[in-house]
Structures are given as structure tokens and as C-alpha cells.
């Protein structure tokens, strides 16, 4: 799978784009503060193709990223894939 094949699973739900707190027990809260980027009404980032370039913590996803994190919610669409349930 390529680049653009791996982008295009993603359904821009814009639920990672907003803030995690890690708490004392380890679990990570998502907070209700979202990227100044994304436009909350549309759930799209108004910079999406340079957003690895503004410096406001984007990262790019890769299927390896993705198994490692516990803070992208079960109903993500690249959890789902490198889940095999997609």
C-alpha cells in the first residue's frame, strides 16, 4: 500500500486533531481543545496538506505508528485497518 492509498483511509473525523492529557494513572483523556487548524463544524483541517509542516504536532500516521498508540479512538479508521476489521 502506498502513501495516498494509506491517506485515503483516513475519514477526516478530525477526532485525534484535538488535544490528549496524560493522566497520573497513565490513561490518556482527550480534552475538548482542538488544533487551531481544524474547522470543528466541518471536521477538517484547513491546512491538511502541509500539516506536518505548521508545527502544531501533526503526525504522520504510518500502520507500525498507529498499532503503538492507545490515544487514537477504536472507532479510527486506521485503528479499524491495522486491526484487520477494514
Not at 496538506?49 to 504522520?60: A, F, I, N, P, T
Request: aromatic content about 8%; overall charge positive.
Amino acid at each position: 500500500m502506498n502513501q495516498q492509498q494509506w491517506e485515503d483511509i483516513c475519514r477526516r473525523c478530525g477526532k485525534c486533531c484535538f488535544e490528549k492529557r496524560l493522566l497520573f494513572d497513565g490513561t490518556v483523556q482527550t480534552t475538548k481543545v482542538a488544533c487551531r487548524h481544524l474547522d470543528i463544524v466541518s471536521r477538517k483541517c484547513r491546512v491538511y496538506s502541509k500539516r506536518l509542516l505548521v508545527g502544531e504536532g501533526c503526525l504522520q500516521l504510518t500502520p507500525d505508528l498507529v498499532k503503538q498508540f492507545d490515544w487514537l479512538p477504536d472507532d479510527c479508521a486506521y485503528v479499524r485497518k491495522t486491526r484487520g476489521e477494514e
